[in-house]
């Protein structure tokens, strides 16, 4: 079975960092592109970008563009997002997805081919 866990939440305040970790297993992992998405409070899903199957390239949200960075090590089945100066608007929880592709969809579609969804993480930027 294809499972995947984020971890890594916490609460941080404004303008710190965290790393959150998407652990996964069941499938070969360095064949597909995997996305990170947000949801808050009273909000939709949202993207926040991606990574294609080999690491080589990246998209992100306007809204994090600059201050977050997606990366994967393949030997060991993780994506990490590094997130710097955080806002208290990034406060939600975060899930990564596989695609079912090596590489990364439209932005405009960031959820477009996204076919297993793992467990969140809560990340709270409060002071």
């Known amino acids: 079975d294809v499972q995947l866990q984020a971890s890594g939440g916490g609460l941080v305040q404004p303008g710190g960092s965290l790393r959150l970790s998407c652990a996964a297993s069941?499938?070969?992992?360095?064949?597909?592109?995997i996305g990170w998405f947000r949801q808050a409070p009273g909000k939709e899903r949202e993207g926040v970008g991606c990574?294609?199957?080999?690491?080589?390239?990246?998209y992100y949200a306007d809204s994090v563009k600059g201050r977050f960075t997606i990366s994967r090590e393949n030997t060991k089945n993780t994506v990490y997002l590094q997130m710097n100066s955080l806002k208290a608007e990034d406060t939600a929880v975060y899930y990564c997805?596989?695609?079912?592709?090596?590489?990364?969809?439209?932005?405009?579609?960031?959820?477009?081919?996204?076919?297993?969804w793992g467990k969140g993480t809560l990340v709270t930027v409060s002071s």
């Open positions: 997805a596989t695609s079912k592709w090596a590489g990364c969809p439209h932005p405009a579609s960031p959820t477009y081919g996204m076919d297993n």
């Open positions: 990574i294609n199957s080999s690491g080589g390239h990246t």
């Open positions: 069941g499938f070969t992992f360095d064949d597909y592109a």
